[in-house]
């Protein structure tokens, strides 16, 4: 990441594709393009969805040109649904899937020109977030009334946050958007997918209530700074999750208009070239824990989604030493990561952002998860070095504010998915999430231990 030079002219929109409507057992299933039984993988300037999120088979239910979870998964997920003789996990899933999906209808949209002052730039599309770590220090008085100077108080999430800003409204649209968009999926029911499309337009695309593609203001500190580099974070830990999502939606669903297709994925060159040229964004790559690693990841699936493989690519290559070498230990310990009071939550956390570039990295020809530094390090063993808490044989033998088992179950799942032998015996002993294991559905690695208690997914970050 550190070596790409700026980017000085946009990637190519890619030619859009024509979806019919399919019906498969019963069901409203996604839409495919006739023309493209056999879709090769994307080359530079073309979109992944273009060229795979129509691809089927002579059942002609589509496969998603997801970037993280694996849309081949998906589509086999979706055909034994539909053939009415499920892997009894497969139905539990659905169901607490549909569950969530239901309880998501109606509540939005959201739009980051809603918040009560915009951000310091004056500009209320602009999104802006508050550091969830520091807190007022002294008494607030007239002549102070933030009680500035703000203090850091690690691990300590400061309810603040949760008012005024866009954070709490990003989360909502995150989880809801990338939850109907599942639903849709498996179900056919034209309602999640409308309302899905609907969040995403609203958040990203039409022009009254769209949020510019830059995160200048993230993170900001009352009294001390009007944003920080840090505060991408509030993107790159969920944002691969839209992208899924616009992936599902390409499929064919109903609502996802061609001009919702080309907005997005004029926001999404626009914010990876934001990413990859702004001061904040070499800032954030040059960051050596899990700010760096979740940095390398969003760059790299946005770089897949928007065509240009080859940045995608060096950034997971890169990945290997800049990252692995540098973060993980001998043993398999993530020292910057333990250097935190909640030690826990942020060790399974920094592995999620490892696991999802390494699902990046499938698509590219790079094993990241086979790769072994010259200490050994790895990250096979990383989540080894986690398995004993995961599987509650053993204590989590460092600081930990609000230790959850449940925490590293999903990378337990994708290193087990892998290949690697002592993930795959754990898995029967790892602890369900709140809400159901949704991973027969949605084969990917997610942060499930969420510190802001708002919404599933909506956690802060240092």
């Not at 929109?13 to 299933?29: F, I, K, S």
């Not at 915009?118 to 602009?126: C, E, L, Q, R, V």
């Not at 928007?306 to 690519?313: E, I, K, Q």
Request: net charge neutral; with cysteine; hydrophobic share 40%.
């Amino acid at each position: 990441m550190s070596d790409i030079s700026p980017r000085l002219r946009r990637r190519p929109l890619a030619a859009l594709l024509t979806a019919v409507t399919v019906t498969l057992g019963g069901l409203a299933g996604p839409a495919v393009s006739p023309s493209t039984a056999s879709a090769a993988p994307a080359s530079a300037g073309t979109t992944a969805a273009a060229t795979a999120s129509a691809t089927t088979g002579v059942t002609g239910v589509a496969t998603p040109a997801t970037v993280v979870i694996d849309g081949q998964r998906m589509r086999q997920a979706r055909l034994a649904l539909a053939s009415g003789r499920p892997d009894p996990a497969l139905r539990t899933a659905l169901e607490a899937l549909t569950a969530r999906a239901d309880s998501w209808l109606g509540r939005g949209p959201w739009t980051v020109t809603d918040k009560p002052a915009p951000a310091p730039s004056g500009d209320p599309h602009d999104y802006l977030s508050q550091a969830p770590y520091w807190w007022p220090s002294q008494p607030r008085t007239e002549d102070n009334p933030r009680g500035c100077p703000y203090v850091q108080r690690d691990g300590e999430r400061n309810p603040e946050v949760d008012t005024g800003t866009d954070r709490p409204d990003l989360g909502k649209v995150v989880n809801s958007a990338t939850t109907l968009s599942l639903a849709w999926y498996y179900t056919g029911r034209a309602r999640y997918a409308r309302e899905a499309a609907e969040i995403l337009r609203t958040w990203f695309v039409a022009p009254a209530t769209r949020m510019n593609p830059n995160l200048n203001h993230g993170q900001f500190i009352p009294c001390k700074y009007d944003g920080r580099a840090i505060g991408i974070i509030d993107f790159s830990q969920q944002y691969t999750s839209v992208l899924d999502a616009l992936a599902v939606l390409d499929t064919g669903a109903p609502g996802w208009t061609r001009a919702d297709r080309a907005g997005m994925r004029a926001w999404n060159e626009d914010f990876l070239d934001w990413l990859v040229d702004s001061p904040f964004g070499k800032e954030e790559s040059a960051a050596d824990n899990n700010h760096g690693t979740f940095m390398d990841m969003q760059v790299a699936a946005l770089a897949l989604a928007t065509g240009d493989r080859r940045l995608a690519r060096t950034t997971v290559l890169a990945a290997r030493a800049k990252r692995i070498d540098a973060q993980i230990a001998a043993d398999g310990s993530q020292p910057q990561e333990l250097d935190r009071t909640r030690s826990w939550h942020y060790s399974t956390f920094d592995l999620v952002a490892y696991a999802r570039l390494a699902a990046v990295g499938q698509h590219v020809g790079v094993n990241l998860w086979t790769y072994q530094g010259p200490e050994g390090q790895g990250l096979f063993k990383a989540v080894r070095y986690l398995l004993p808490a995961a599987t509650g044989k053993s204590p989590w033998p460092h600081p930990e504010l609000d230790f959850r088992r449940y925490a590293a179950s999903d990378i337990v799942r994708a290193a087990a998915d892998a290949g690697d032998r002592a993930a795959r015996a754990a898995v029967p002993h790892l602890e369900a999430p709140p809400g159901g294991d949704l991973w027969p559905l949605r084969p990917a690695a997610e942060q499930l231990d969420s510190i802001a208690e708002q919404q599933p997914g909506a956690t802060a970050g240092r």
